[in-house]
Every structure is written in C-alpha cells, then in structure tokens.
C-alpha cells in the first residue's frame, strides 16, 4: 500500500512538472487545447482517485474558491441564450474556457491537500525550469528575427506568459531554499523574453510591476536607496553618452526603444477602435446582462475580432453583473493584503488592451494567493500577533 502511495504522489509531481514546462509550448492555433492541457486534463482524472489527505484547510479557503461558480454560471446563461438567438456555436467555447480555468484551481487546491507548502517549492522550480528552457529555445529558433513568439502564435502570448510567471516567482520566491539562484537566473529569462517579444504593454506591464513591488517591499530603504541611486546616477553621468551609445545599437534594445517611442503613434494602442472599447457602445442596450462572447461579425467595432481588453470584454459580453460577479471572486481572493494587489499589477495593467482570462496560469496563480492568504492568518492567530503588512520573498515561521 505504502509503495502504491509513493507511485501516485511521484505520477502526480512528474506531471506537475510535465505541465509547467510544456505549457508555454503552443503546437496547435490559439483558442485550441495545447499539449499543457491535456496534461492537466489527466492531472485531474488521477486525483479524482481516492488519495490519503495528509493536510487540511480551513472551509473558507473552499469557499472563496467557489465564489467564481455564479460568475461561470453567468458565462453559461448569458452564452447559451445569445446561441439560442444568434445560432451560433462559437458562444460555445467560452464556456469551455472558464470551467476548465475553475477546475485547473481545483487541481491546485487538491494537491496542496496531497502535498502540504512542498507543493509551493514543486510549482515555482518547475516554472523556473520551463522559463529558461523557452528562453534557450527561443535563442536558438530566433534567428535575424528581431520580434519574436518563442514557441508561442503570436508575441503578446509570449509577453503574458514571462509576466505571469515572474509574478508567480515574487509570490513564491522563500519557497526556493538552496535553490535562491534558481529564481534569479528564472527571473532575468522572463525579462529577457518580455524585451524579445516587444510587446509594449508586457514591457510597460513589467516596468509598473517592478517599481510597485519595490516600493512596497522595501518602504523602510526607500531614501537609503534614493541616496545611493544618486550617488550612482552622478558617477555614471560622465559615462552616460558613451554608455548610452553602445547599448542602443544592440538590436533588441533598438527595436523596444522605436516600439515604446511610437506608442500613442500605433493605431491599435487607440482604445476605442484599436482595442475594441467602441463596441460598449454598440452593446449599450444590453450593458447590464451582456450580449454573450462569441458571433463577432455581427459588431462594426473590429468586426469578426474579440475586444483585445480584459474588462472591456466582461463588461460587455457579460454585462454589469459579470463584470461585478468576476470582480467579487478577485477582490475576495487578494484579501486586504495590499502586496497582493501590487503583485498583480502588472497582469491587471496588461489587461487593460489584452485579454488575460483565458490563460489558466492567471487562475493558478489566484488559487495560490488563496492558500497563502490562508497561511498567513493560521501564521498570525497562532503566533497572536497583529496582522502586518507581508513581504513576498520573506519565509513565515510558525510558533516553535
């Protein structure tokens, strides 16, 4: 029975692994279940098997999991009554999408009951593992191409992909141990691969990300570091031309410096007709319950294409009440940490002009914060100390 046991906890680690290293591998159009997917499609039949519980969690980290279902069950209503009308089928697929992301949640929440906080370091090696190996492939396949997907469809899937996972590293970074270096080298492969894709919001997502992080982190060492940072800034000044000379002609550093310089140039950084927000105003009739996800011909705002915003798409396929069902589940699930919110800044910001539901990291990483907002309370009631404002990288000790 023992010998069973350990088969089925290392079948279950090996493909954790499997699906955290595969999953920025896209064989297959966008919209269509990659490799990663199937992998978790089968994590979740091999837990649905009996399997010893060796840790508990209290009901309310269930609970605030589930609070998704009624927005998932607003997706399901509103998208099956639009197919009713409109006999269209690719309302369909939507669906697919959401209860797939809930149950890739489940799967998290299921192992953490299997494997205890060991579960933490698994996930953050494994996607420091997958990081570089993109990184290494990326070199490889890129040739004179200066923007590129990696192994992705196009570039900004490989921009949401290095963003998320870097937030995921900050979140789990005092899970590395003797494995810190890990992170640093996972870490700069991310930025790397943001900076190749050339992705603007990804970039600027990861500027935003990067300054909030530090300034909430590190509110003690701020005026120390704005002294030092000086000090530094006049030394370099001197070399600063020569410097700047040298840096600017290297390819990739060129091209995200033209991108950036030609923002508000671009007619796709254009809200309203660029990224689809017209099409609130097309939608205006049914803004409160929605006009469901799919049959895009049928709106003169990028016709035939989905809105490239996050919100905008849930406020208008799914209206005011999906809107605030979806933002009831986030709010509930960051707490009133307000590291959470600073630790997700970049991907919020990067939804701004890009979708960001779809990709199920996003969900794992939710799932996660979850646990760890769980964690910390057990931390605080048995240690009977005052909640205090959290640092991500910093390891929690319980009562000794």
């Not at 993109?134 to 997907?149: A, C, D, E, P, V």
């Not at 600027?204 to 120390?224: A, D, H, M």
Request: hydrophobic fraction near 50%; include cysteine.
């Amino acid at each position: 029975m023992e010998k069973k046991k350990r088969i089925y906890e290392g079948l279950l680690k090996t493909l954790v692994s499997f699906y955290l290293v595969l999953k920025p591998i896209y064989l297959f159009p966008s919209g269509l279940p990659q490799i990663s997917d199937f992998i978790l499609v089968l994590l979740f039949i091999l837990l649905l098997f009996k399997h010893e519980k060796k840790f508990s969690l209290d009901y309310n980290v269930k609970k605030k999991i589930k609070r998704v279902i009624p927005f998932i069950l607003w997706v399901v209503l509103i998208n099956t009554i639009w197919l009713i009308i409109l006999q269209d089928f690719t309302l369909l697929r939507p669906i697919t999408y959401y209860i797939f992301n809930y149950f890739s949640m489940v799967i998290i929440y299921k192992l953490y009951l299997v494997f205890g906080d060991s579960i933490y370091r698994h996930i953050a090696t494994r996607i420091s593992i997958g990081l570089i190996m993109q990184f290494i492939l990326i070199i490889l396949i890129s040739g004179s191409s200066i923007r590129t997907t990696g192994l992705f469809n196009n570039p900004n899937q490989l921009g949401l992909y290095a963003l998320i996972t870097i937030t995921i590293l900050f979140f789990l970074k005092s899970e590395f141990g003797k494995y810190k270096y890990l992170f640093y080298i996972a870490v700069l492969c991310a930025v790397c691969m943001i900076f190749f894709s050339l992705s603007k919001a990804a970039i600027i997502s990861l500027i935003v990300f990067f300054l909030l992080t530090f300034i909430l982190n590190n509110r003690n060492k701020i005026l120390k570091c704005a002294v030092v940072m000086t000090v530094v800034l006049i030394v370099a000044s001197g070399l600063g031309g020569f410097i700047y000379d040298k840096i600017s002609e290297i390819p990739i550093i060129k091209a995200a410096t033209i991108k950036i310089e030609k923002i508000t140039e671009e007619n796709d950084s254009d809200l309203g007709t660029g990224r689809g927000y017209d099409r609130l105003k097309e939608s205006k009739y049914n803004i409160i319950e929605g006009v469901g996800e799919g049959g895009f011909d049928r709106f003169d705002t990028l016709k035939g294409l989905e809105i490239h915003s996050a919100y905008a798409s849930i406020l208008c396929y799914y209206g005011v009440i999906g809107f605030v069902l979806l933002s009831m589940f986030i709010i509930g699930a960051l707490g009133k940490k307000y590291n959470n919110y600073s630790l997700i800044s970049g991907i919020l910001l990067f939804g701004i002009t890009h979708q960001i539901w779809r990709n199920t990291l996003i969900w794992v990483l939710i799932v996660l914060i979850i646990l760890f907002n769980h964690k910390r309370t057990q931390t605080e009631q048995n240690n009977n100390t005052p909640r205090r404002f959290y640092q991500y990288g910093q390891k929690e000790q319980l009562n000794k």
